[in-house]
């Protein structure tokens, strides 16, 4: 028989508060989710014919492995150990259509590929954030989301260059 759920009031409503078990889940499948990018960015690196994109994949396959660190960290209570700047969204890439992965895909599918990944995984843990009642498990969200988007900004300003050079 599992544990009833406290509830916190707000505005007249009842909400649910999330058990420590659930955040444990919620974190152990993040981490999972850090590796699967890994395995995924890897994978296209070592696929992709074009260098800059392969490098661009590595790299990001690397940041996918300190996140899983810092989510490690989390699941042992060690939140605060790092912080992300929230960064300004421009949405560049938003309405474009998400590519195919093959092999000979162009950099900028590869990029678009790899913008579109990070939204969604910015967009989960914002989603995971609106819904925390704790403060810290909304900071952790927070800052997971924070990452994600920073990535994201990263991979834009790639993309904006490459695509319209004329701006530049």
Same mark, same amino acid.
């Given at each position: 028989?599992?544990?009833?759920?406290?509830?916190?009031?707000? *505005?007249?409503?009842?909400?649910?508060?999330?058990?420590?078990?659930? /955040? *444990? @889940?919620?974190?152990? $499948?993040?981490?999972?989710?850090?590796?699967?990018?890994?395995?995924?960015?890897?994978?296209?690196? +070592?696929?992709?014919?074009?260098? $800059?994109?392969?490098?661009? /994949?590595?790299?990001?396959?690397?940041? #996918?492995?300190?996140?899983? +660190?810092?989510?490690? $960290?989390?699941?042992?209570?060690?939140?605060?150990?790092? *912080? /992300?700047?929230?960064?300004?969204?421009?949405?560049?890439?938003? =309405?474009?259509?998400?590519?195919?992965?093959?092999?000979?895909?162009?950099? %900028?599918?590869?990029?678009?590929? =790899?913008?579109?990944?990070?939204?969604?995984?910015?967009?989960?843990?914002?989603?995971?954030?609106?819904?925390?009642?704790?403060? #810290?498990? @909304?900071?952790? /969200?927070? *800052? %997971?989301?924070?990452? #994600?988007?920073?990535? @994201?900004?990263? %991979?834009?300003?790639?993309?904006? $260059?490459?695509?319209?050079?004329?701006?530049?």
């Amino acid at each position: 028989m599992q544990p009833a759920r406290k509830t916190r009031r707000t *505005q007249n409503k009842e909400l649910p508060t999330m058990r420590s078990e659930d /955040f *444990q @889940k919620i974190i152990a $499948n993040a981490i999972d989710s850090e590796v699967e990018s890994y395995t995924f960015y890897k994978s296209v690196a +070592e696929r992709v014919k074009d260098g $800059n994109l392969k490098t661009i /994949f590595l790299d990001l396959a690397e940041d #996918e492995k300190h996140h899983r +660190e810092y989510l490690q $960290n989390v699941l042992l209570g060690n939140v605060e150990k790092m *912080q /992300f700047k929230a960064v300004k969204d421009y949405k560049v890439t938003d =309405a474009i259509e998400e590519p195919e992965l093959s092999v000979d895909m162009k950099p %900028l599918e590869g990029l678009l590929l =790899a913008i579109k990944k990070e939204l969604h995984a910015a967009q989960m843990y914002t989603r995971l954030a609106g819904a925390s009642t704790s403060m #810290e498990q @909304k900071m952790v /969200f927070e *800052q %997971l989301a924070n990452m #994600e988007k920073g990535h @994201k900004a990263r %991979l834009e300003d790639i993309y904006t $260059n490459m695509a319209y050079p004329e701006a530049w």
